[in-house]
């Protein structure tokens, strides 16, 4: 199998060796090393509503530790594993660990929280993606409101069909979906009224600083607004301060997600700190 791996990767690294730095081979290298070795780790982080400042549900982040460079974030390897389709892969192994985890607090008796994924647009635009989840919550027998996704706006703006199809079977699975740094894509709000959408994630980019810039603020202020006139859940990221919450919370946003209340922990300091209490003696 290292044998596969290996030429596997020098096909790679032939053709483009002029155009693509070392470093970038060496990390495509041992990302391919990684999915084998499992060294990656899932983080999570609550989504809380707004005003009972419960954890409703949880963001599942990905996490790479390095055998050398130690943990390294996704914003570091996740476009090289777009750009070299390891992105599927490494979702599949994300979306299974997430199952795995919602099944493990079901048994536990612990009261689960449903659990969001990025799903990448690459995956998103496949044909398969809808039985790929279907598949799988089946395998784990869990219900379709357990798992949610969060694509991008990019992943709707193509293939309107493919996407048509792929929004109404998770629906039929009840498979919540949300749209993942809303307000930062490319497309015109004319999807909003076309997919049955379950809400937006307001980029943490227009949250930032919002009780001082009157800029940030205008444009949240009318996210939330069309949001909920078009039925849609309003989700808060990157909240880090009481102004900010105390802002979003006048404006009627439902859910907040952000430092403020936490950040991407590991699965057992997530259960510790925002399940505890509600722990079932079984
Ligand atoms: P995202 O989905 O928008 O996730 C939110 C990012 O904001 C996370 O960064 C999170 O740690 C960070 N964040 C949350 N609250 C705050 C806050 O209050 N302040 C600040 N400054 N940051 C906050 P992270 O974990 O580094 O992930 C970055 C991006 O990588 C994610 O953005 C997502 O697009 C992508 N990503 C992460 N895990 C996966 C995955 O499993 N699959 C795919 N396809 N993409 C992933
Ligand atoms: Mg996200
Ligand atoms: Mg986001
Ligand atoms: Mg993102």
Redesign the pocket.
Known sequence: KAKDLGRNMYQIYDPSMNKRSYQSFLMERDLRKAIMNDEFIV?L?PRVDAITQKTVSA????RWMHPELGLV???EF?PLAEETGL?IP??KW?KRKVCEKLVEWREAGIPLVPIS????SQRFLQKEFASEIRDLLREFQLEGKWLEI?ITENSIMKNEETVFKTIRELKDLGVKIYI??FGTGYSSFNYLKTFQLDGV?ID?SFIQNISSESENASITTAMIKMAQHLKLEVIA????TKEELEYLLEQNCHYI????FG??CATEEFEKRFLKGALVVK
């Open positions: 983080h982080q963001e599942a982040l990905i974030s996704p914003g996740i992105i490494m979702g994300m994924v990025n799903i990448s969060e993942d740094d994630k943490r990221e990157g909240v880090e997600q952000g430092f403020y950040r991407p």
